[in-house]
């Protein structure tokens, strides 16, 4: 069983810059790959960025150049840096583990087993 928490998010003037973070418990979490996910009102869910045991990261072309997904397995901590913040960035952001990737140059990861309760960003122009 894994638990996610996330925190960090909040309001941001554009070109400003967030941290997001994703605390997990459990055992074993750090054989999990980690991803966060974003969703806007009226929008689907988005995948924005991976990171699997390797420490390879793949990442959503729209993100590509300002967010950093990185991951301290002694912390149990998963983090989003976010730069350059733009409004269409405004969404709620969910961390999320899953239990099968494909462990290549840009990682894919699917069969989501845990998900955290969202932490809202918000972008103003």
């Known amino acids: 069983q894994v638990q996610l928490v996330e925190s960090g998010g909040g309001s941001v003037q554009a070109g400003g810059s967030l941290r997001l973070s994703c605390a997990a418990s459990?055992?074993?979490?750090?054989?999990?790959?980690m991803s966060w996910f974003r969703q806007a009102p009226g929008k689907e869910r988005e995948g924005v960025a991976n990171i699997v045991t390797s420490g390879r990261t793949s990442y959503a072309d729209s993100v590509k150049g300002r967010f950093t997904i990185s991951r301290d397995n002694a912390k149990n901590t998963l983090y989003l840096q976010m730069n350059s913040l733009k409004p269409e960035d405004t969404a709620m952001y969910y961390c999320a583990a899953a239990t099968t990737w494909v462990d290549r140059d840009e990682p894919i990861c699917y069969d989501y087993k845990y998900w955290g309760q969202g932490t809202q960003v918000t972008v103003s122009s």
């Open positions: 459990g055992a074993t979490w750090s054989s999990y790959c």
